[in-house]
T-cell receptor, first 115, second 115 residues
């Protein structure tokens, strides 16, 4: 069974640029969630995709957008990067959409640095 | 709205002594609660979860947590600390609304294990 994978591992961008982060979900999972973890803080929910549709969003501006593909892999896109976007971006996969009992399994994350 | 409060930002123990990481939750209904661990520069690993079955939950690596509704607590314990337990621990509540399974993280407790 393959776990959750993310790419790239590290990324450095400058303010105003755009970035795409990628996530492959665990085998058999149809739900992907994205979280932002700033240094020294707990992860914050960005949004969730279930069967290729966004089915929930946290308190993040529209320049944070995403996609989920038919194989349930996912992308997180961030436009017009700001310095405060520097963080560890975590992807988590699960099965079952919105059930609160579902366990989310996390990937190793992508460390984004915005200069 | 659901929330969790981790009562200690740092805990230091000696190897072989018990570990206690404290977490209180706030929820308007029976919550799903989780403990995740994050080792330096790594993603999040699930230690254990509570989903309204047995109130004493056993997890991996000798950790366990007890759900106490009367105290709104979900403290994490381990009888004997090992050096490899040094990491950041997050108490998490799931805000599953039927459409979205959103995890809400505490601010984390950094566990140091002294030799």
């Amino acid at each position: 069974e393959t776990g959750v994978t993310q790419s790239p591992t590290h990324l450095i961008k400058t303010r105003g640029q755009q970035v795409t982060l990628r996530c492959s979900s665990q085998s058999g999972h149809n739900t992907v969630s994205w979280y932002q973890q700033a240094l020294g803080q707990g992860p914050q929910f960005i949004f969730q995709y279930y069967r290729e549709e966004e089915n929930g969003r946290g308190n993040f501006p529209p320049r944070f957008s995403g996609l989920q593909f038919p194989n349930y892999s996912s992308e997180l896109n961030v436009n017009a990067l700001e310095l405060d976007d520097s963080a560890l971006y975590l992807c988590a996969s699960s099965f079952g959409g919105g059930a609160g009992t579902d366990t989310q399994y996390f990937g190793p994350g992508t460390r984004l640095t915005v200069l | 709205a659901q929330s969790v409060t981790q009562l200690d930002s740092h805990v230091s123990v000696s190897e072989g002594t018990p570990v206690l990481l404290r977490c209180n939750y706030s929820s308007s209904y029976s919550p799903s609660l989780f403990w995740y661990v994050q080792h330096p520069n790594k993603g999040l690993q699930l230690l254990l979860k509570y989903t309204s079955a047995a109130t004493l939950v056993k997890g991996i690596n000798g950790f366990e947590a007890e759900f106490k509704k009367s105290e709104t607590s979900f403290h994490l314990t381990k009888p004997s600390a090992h050096m490899s337990d040094a990491a950041e621990y997050f108490c998490v509540v799931s805000e599953g609304s039927g459409a979205t399974n959103k995890l809400i993280f505490g601010t984390g407790t950094l566990l140091a294990v002294q030799p």
